[in-house]
């Protein structure tokens, strides 16, 4: 199962509820501290439930449209269930309940790294910025997209994210098709990369699009050219992947 969709990053925020509803199971045997705070109506728990809820869904619209900022909402919900629940931890002398409630503030940190790994995988980032019409294009490169391997029939596009996972590619006049399933990349007279792709995302006005590499696209021969030109992007100031 591939945990990068934006599918699956996109549902992580909908665990909060878990980090109050958990810790509120635990405190007492036969789930009895959920039935109090259903009974009394305690206003703390409805909401601090509400508030993280409203903040799952801040979140998972955000991530959904891969901006970066939905993971900061997620973490900020992650740190009031884990003070609320500590606090009541504390008050109620329910050491062993802190474990389960680190626990779960651990495992929402390591979520929340996960998405903001996912975010920067380079078939979800174009690297435009708001500013700009177009993103900026890496130097010396130049691509085409193919229906398929063997194909004659190809589309030029500029790269503008480029890593060992996939690339986003661009155009400034034409719509990019979203069937494209091959791509080589050339770096001067040379061929840098030759690789089976699938589209995963494209961008709305159809000129954009993020191109996840299969298993094993650049292994082999390809392997040490597309390190060494990776590299030198980085040394030359260049964000890629």
Known sequence: MDTNTKGFVTAIPWTL????LLPYAWISSGYRGLFWAWETRDLAFFSMLTVLILLSACSSLLIWNLI??????YRVGVVLAM??????????????LLILVFLLFAAGITLAEKIAQALRRPYYDSRRRWWESYPKPLPGLRAFLFPCEGSEQSCSVRLSNFGSQGCFVFSEDRKIPFTAGFIRIESGDRILLEAVVDPVISTKDGFGLGLRFQDGAYAGD?????????????RSGYEVS
């Open 17 to 20: 509820a878990l980090h109050i």
């Open 68 to 73: 970066a900022k939905g993971v900061h909402f």
């Open 222 to 234: 390809w392997s040490k050219d597309l390190k060494d030109y990776l590299g030198f992007l980085r």
């Open 83 to 96: 003070l609320h629940t500590g606090y009541i931890a504390m008050a109620e002398k329910r050491h062993t």
